[in-house]
Antibody
Framework: EVQLLESGGGLVQPGGSLRLSCATSGFTFRSYAMSWVRQAPGKGLEWVSGMSSGGGSTYYADSVKGRFTISRDNSKNMLYLQMDSLRAEDTAVYYC????????????WGQGTLVTVSS | DIVMTQSPDSLAVSLGERATINCKSSQSILSSSNNKNFLAWYQQKPGQPPKLLIYWASTRESGVPDRFSGSGSGTDFTLTISSLQAEDVAIYYCQQYYNTPLTFGGGTKVEIK
């Protein structure tokens, strides 16, 4: 059974930093591209960032480009999101999502971790 | 960026009746290389992450009840719940994966009338 477990969320002041982690199991992590998707309170889904299976390619939404960095450790089956220069509008539940085999739809999601940016 | 527009924002349907949700993309998401539409549908229940229902616009994910079906091509797509059950109360989202940035529709909330 595929399992994705996010951690690292919390309350941070504007301008601060946070690092999210996603621990995975139940599938061959190194073979799959992964993404982060967020959902602001009471709002819809917003794709944030994606990374190829080997880590050689990364993709970002314009809203986070230059502030967020996605990375992965295939030896530990872990996905990360380093978030810097955080803004109030980054407040959201952040989901780790596993891409399907060949295309960028998401067949498994974690439960999410809440990031609150507030003074 | 490809903008995904869903309608209606919400709908209330009686148990056992049909629910229809529309999704329109700002440009065609039909690939000429494989003749497939790069469109997925998700269901999100309160307090839960999204769950994949349909991909390639009409292919049902394993384990998804056959009362859920997807149709459409090019820029106009539809998710149909043929006979609404109580457990189908949720918000439904469409997503294009034709190119990055990946984009989602704004969601359609389905309730029981």
């Amino acid at each position: 059974e595929v399992q994705l477990l996010e951690s690292g969320g919390g309350l941070v002041q504007p301008g601060g930093s946070l690092r999210l982690s996603c621990a995975t199991s139940g599938f061959t992590f190194r073979s799959y591209a992964m993404s982060w998707v967020r959902q602001a309170p009471g709002k819809g889904l917003e794709w944030v960032s994606g990374m190829s299976s080997g880590g050689g390619s990364t993709y970002y939404a314009d809203s986070v480009k230059g502030r967020f960095t996605i990375s992965r450790d295939n030896s530990k089956n872990m996905l990360y999101l380093q978030m810097d220069s955080l803004r109030a509008e980054d407040t959201a539940v952040y989901y780790c999502a596993k891409r399907a085999v060949t295309e960028y739809y998401f067949d498994s999601w974690g439960q999410g971790t809440l990031v609150t940016v507030s003074s | 960026d490809i903008v995904m527009t869903q309608s209606p924002d919400s709908l209330a349907v009686s148990l056992g009746e049909r629910a229809t949700i529309n999704c329109k993309s700002s440009q065609s998401i039909l690939s000429s290389s494989n003749n497939k539409n790069f469109l997925a549908w998700y269901q999100q229940k309160p307090g839960q992450p999204p769950k994949l229902l349909i991909y390639w616009a009409s292919t049902r994910e394993s384990g998804v009840p056959d009362r859920f079906s997807g149709s459409g091509s090019g820029t106009d797509f539809t998710l149909t719940i043929s006979s609404l059950q109580a457990e189908d109360v949720a918000i439904y989202y469409c997503q294009q994966y034709y190119n990055t940035p990946l984009t989602f529709g704004g969601g359609t909330k389905v309730e029981i009338k």
